[in-house]
């Protein structure tokens, strides 16, 4: 344990945001910093994750291993290509309380508590099962980010509504005919008055994020081209309403822990799993489809980050105070 009486925790993953944030988040609210350990398997490696071993170049004693010692009180794991290396480090320090997030595919992860959402299949004394993902998405880092940027987004009209735009992915495509659906609805919100508050990622197509760029010169309107810093915790800090796009469980469930109403706009395409998700979102939080069908109203929070953090805290001193087994 850290000086501070804090745990020390590793997150372990292959350096995805989607896959890192959320557990930055998880490690913010077991009151640690998180110490990012990022997996890079060669490419030969990774055609047996999650089953096979670590690449040979990680092992702990090599230069820059992310197994290297001293190893930490709690690992937060996720993602297949982290699997074998949380196997590892548990082979190499059983006193390190190993906590893997989403659907490992295999029986030999290493976890000694797994975190699932209720879309994936596990199930068991050692699983806990949450609708929505961790975030970062904390009260404090929310009022710093609406303080930071009062003077931008004050002056936009009310109601103020934080348009989050993924992209292009396995189960999702923006076709012209999507992008066009889109942004005639966030038109129509603009003459009726609402500000907008736009974000895109790194997959939104760019004949998408052109026209977003292009809307956003209207006068309230506000676009983020990626310069600068990055406004996306102050647009949910504003935001009387949200809309996503449903080809992200994380910012649909991010977009769910603010408390207003969310609509979900639908590109093209499907997949089962991001349907039973936001299936289970709807009995938890106010969702609607944009533009087509929306919803109106609050709801409760949907925030499994501060729960989940104290139940692994609790597992962990359990944990910890088991006797030790007999070598």
């Known amino acids: 344990m850290a000086e501070t009486g804090a745990p020390v925790v590793w997150v372990l993953t292959d350096g995805k945001a989607g896959d890192e944030q ?13 110490v990012l ?16 071993p670590i690449d040979p170049k990680d092992a702990p004693s090599k230069p820059g291993s992310p197994l290297a010692p001293p190893w930490p009180d709690i690992c937060l794991a996720t993602g297949r290509r982290a699997v074998p290396y949380l ?3 548990k082979a190499l320090s059983p006193a390190t309380f190993c906590v893997l997030f989403k659907d490992p595919r295999t029986r030999r992860h290493g976890a000694d508590l797994m975190i699932v959402q209720q879309h994936d299949a596990p199930r068991g004394d050692d699983v806990l099962v949450v609708t929505t993902a961790p975030n970062r998405l904390s009260p404090q880092r929310l009022a710093e980010a609406h303080a ?35 942004l005639r609805g966030l038109r129509a919100k603009l003459h009726e008055g609402c500000g ?8 939104t197509p760019p004949s998408l994020a052109k026209a977003l760029a292009d809307l956003a010169k209207e006068p309230n309107a506000r676009f983020w081209d990626g310069t600068g810093e990055n406004p996306l915790l102050a647009y949910l800090a504003w935001a009387d309403e949200i809309v996503v796009t449903g080809d992200s469980t994380n910012m649909v469930g991010e ?12 590109p093209s395409g499907r997949h089962d799993k991001i349907d039973r998700f936001i299936a289970a979102l709807s009995r938890e939080a106010t969702i609607g489809r944009f533009p087509e069908a929306p919803a109106s109203g609050g709801h409760a929070l949907v925030n499994s980050t501060p729960a989940l953090a104290e139940e692994i805290l609790s597992r962990f001193r359990d944990f910890r105070a088991r006797p030790a087994r007999p070598s």
Do not use: Y
């Open 22 to 34: 959320p557990l930055i988040g998880l490690a913010e609210a077991l009151g640690a910093t998180p």
């Open 196 to 203: 907008l508050m736009i974000t895109a990622s790194r997959r």
């Open 37 to 52: 350990r990022r997996v890079t398997p060669r490419r030969a490696f990774t055609w047996l994750m999650p089953w096979g």
């Open 255 to 266: 977009a769910a822990a603010l408390g207003v109403p969310v609509q979900i706009f639908q």
């Open 87 to 89: 196997r590892k480090l």
């Open 148 to 182: 930071a940027f009062e003077a931008a987004l004050a002056p936009l009209p009310r109601p103020r509504i934080a348009v989050l735009v993924g992209g292009n992915g396995r189960h999702h495509r923006f076709t012209q005919g999507d992008i066009d659906r889109l």
